[in-house]
């Protein structure tokens, strides 16, 4: 089990910045990627950024804007977001996937909502 609890959201004004954070516990060992999605109302969660032997991915609406991150020593990830945008307004999730032999588990925070007003 691996457990996550997310902090940093708010509001803020469209070209300012915030900063997500993650903290997670439990069998930290095995996580092979972590990463953010996101949910705007009435639409699927996707994908924000993710974090995988060391490489980043992002999606093209974010490139050049945020940067995802880790402290080890914190057990804890970061999601920095500049330029912010009102479309970036989403709840914003973390997660970790972990693997078990062939099986894969991913694990969720429990939201943190983003409100980026023009």
């Known amino acids: 089990q691996v457990r996550l609890v997310e902090s940093g959201g708010g509001l803020v004004q469209a070209g300012g910045s915030l900063r997500l954070s993650c903290a997670y516990s439990?069998?930290?060992?095995?996580?092979?990627?972590i990463g953010w999605y996101r949910q705007a109302p009435g639409k699927q969660r996707k994908l924000v950024a993710s974090?995988?032997?060391?490489?980043?991915t992002y999606a093209d609406s974010v490139k050049g804007r945020f940067t995802v991150s880790t402290d080890n020593a914190k057990n804890t990830m970061y999601l920095q977001m500049n330029t912010l945008k009102p479309e970036d307004t989403a709840v914003y999730y973390c997660?970790?996937?972990?693997?078990?032999?062939?099986?894969?588990?991913?694990?969720w925070g429990q939201g943190t909502q983003v409100t980026v007003s023009s």
């Open positions: 997660y970790a996937a972990r693997a078990a032999g062939s099986i894969e588990y991913r694990y």
């Open positions: 439990g069998a930290t060992g095995s996580i092979k990627a």
């Open positions: 974090l995988s032997s060391g490489r980043p």
